[in-house]
Structures are given as C-alpha cells and as structure tokens.
C-alpha cells in the first residue's frame, strides 16, 4: 500500500512540476507568442483579402460603353 501512495505522489509531483514550468513558459513567452499569432492573423487576413479582391472588382466595375453621347443630354457631342 505504501507503494502505490508513493506513485501516487511522485505522479502528483510530476503533474504539478509540469503545470508550473508549462505556466512559467508561457509567462515568460508571453509576447513572442503574441506578435507571432498576430503575424499569422495579418498574414491570413492579407491572402483572403488579395484572393477575394480581384473577383469582387470584376463584379462592380461595370462594363465600358461601345458609344457615348453629349455630356449634357440633348445636346450634340462638338466632334473634334
């Protein structure tokens, strides 16, 4: 029985080291991991935005006209 309460207690051990040295990590890493998601996001962000953008031209800018007229209805264009 006193072996296994000493298992028992070496696991406890490990799972309370690691918890604490897993916390410190991230305390101390805290902001090369920021700026490195934050590079992802903008990265990720930038290549949807590019790959969306050229189809979302193409449905607002409307067609160039064949013929045009005067600037100011009824009045004849001057024919330089």
Do not use: C, W
């Amino acid at each position: 029985m006193q072996k296994v309460i000493n298992v028992l207690a070496v696991v406890s051990f490990v799972g309370s080291a690691s918890l604490i040295g897993g916390a410190g990590y991230l305390l101390l890493n805290r902001e090369a991991l920021i700026e490195s998601v934050k590079e992802q996001v903008t990265k990720h962000a930038t290549e949807a935005i590019t790959n969306a953008l050229p189809g979302m031209l193409d449905n607002a800018v409307p067609e160039v006209p064949s013929a045009t007229g005067g600037a100011i209805p009824g009045v004849p264009p001057s024919g330089f």
